[in-house]
């Protein structure tokens, strides 16, 4: 320590280090007080864990932290904050060996991948959307960008270890057979939609298609489209319940063959068909062999995420630094 230090600096314990004595020896009290509070706070400044010598955040913690804590909305619902904190330190650390583990058999996100990925979600929900959830959970681009990449990680190295092709087809029909309960085909209709933004031009429409007779909508439908008067959208076969308000519930109402609207939604008014109607029935094997397929290969991969996260732990130098 420098000698002519004040005693209250005494209790700061600096590193021997030449240079912040030249410096410090010259400074004000309070400059150099002030200096070496930095230091000592920066010093002390801990991530959330460490993994094998990796670190995890605090940010990164708080953050699905708060995620986690936002998803327990109901009034009545008493959260231990203790176990929740320790679940996702917990799942957090997991995500680390992993991604550890990726790395050592060589899973690499390219570049291109991991653009066009990120490219597919901000369409998906629109970019002003996209920026303001980044604002409210207070992160940057380049954080989110990393974080998709780890995602992409561990997907692309449990897909390795447990392939798509790795499911047998006796497999998913002895699910099939076996399941408790039926896989449903839920209620569909094969729906047509005219959509426009004035109500009025959609009563004109409507209109049209009630002087054109029986096959009056698609007739009317065709011309308008051509026309560019309206968007026409064959949606084809669709659950009602894809769609909500007014036009969910034309869609259970109106019979084969039937018509209607303008039916309001956000920004638009919608006239729809229904051009055939199935009610809710069980599956075939046939219809219900992809979803069986996704169902054991979710289960494998879950298993073997969770056993190879078990199986490192053994071996992992693991420090949590969050109480």
């Known amino acids: 320590m420098v000698s002519n230090f004040p005693e209250y600096v005494d209790l700061i314990k600096l590193p021997e280090i030449s240079i912040y ?103 998906m929900f629109g970019e002003d959307r996209f920026k303001a959830q980044l604002s409210e959970r207070d992160m940057t681009l380049d954080e989110y960008k990393q974080e998709l990449r780890e995602r992409m990680t561990i997907d692309m190295y449990m897909e390795n270890l447990v392939p798509g092709d790795s499911i047998d087809e006796k497999d998913i029909k002895e699910f099939y057979k076996n399941s408790p309960r039926p896989f449903i085909m839920n209620e569909r209709v094969n729906v047509r939609l005219i959509q426009l933004q004035d109500k009025a031009k959609a009563e004109s429409i409507i209109s049209e298609i009630v002087d054109a007779g029986k096959a009056g909508f698609d007739k009317v439908a065709d011309r308008v489209k051509e026309q560019k008067r309206a968007t026409v959208t064959d949606y084809g076969w669709v659950n009602p319940d894809f769609f909500s308000g007014e036009i969910q519930k034309a869609l259970k109402e109106l019979k084969t063959g039937g ?65």
Do not use: W
């Open 21 to 123: 004595k030249e410096i410090i020896v010259k400074m004000p009290v309070l400059l150099y007080v002030a200096i070496f509070t930095a230091l000592i706070m920066s010093g002390c400044a801990k991530p959330a864990a460490e993994v094998n010598g990796e670190a995890i955040s605090k940010k990164r913690f708080e953050r699905v932290l708060n995620d986690r804590s936002s998803q327990h909305t109901m009034p009545d619902a008493k959260v231990d904050t203790s176990k929740l904190k320790d679940a996702v330190i917990q799942q957090l650390i997991g995500e680390k060996l992993l991604l550890q583990a990726a790395r050592d058999n060589n899973i690499v996100v390219t570049d291109d991948d991991l653009n066009g990925k990120f490219d597919d979600i901000v369409k």
């Open 259 to 323: 018509y209607g609207g303008p039916f309001a939604s956000k920004d638009s008014f919608y006239l729809l068909r229904v051009k055939d109607r199935e009610k809710e029935r069980p599956k075939t094997f046939e219809e219900a062999k992809d979803e069986i397929r996704a169902l054991i290969l979710n289960e494998k991969r879950q298993g073997m995420y969770v056993h190879l996260i078990e199986e490192r732990k053994k071996k992992a130098d693991i420090k949590i630094h969050v109480k």
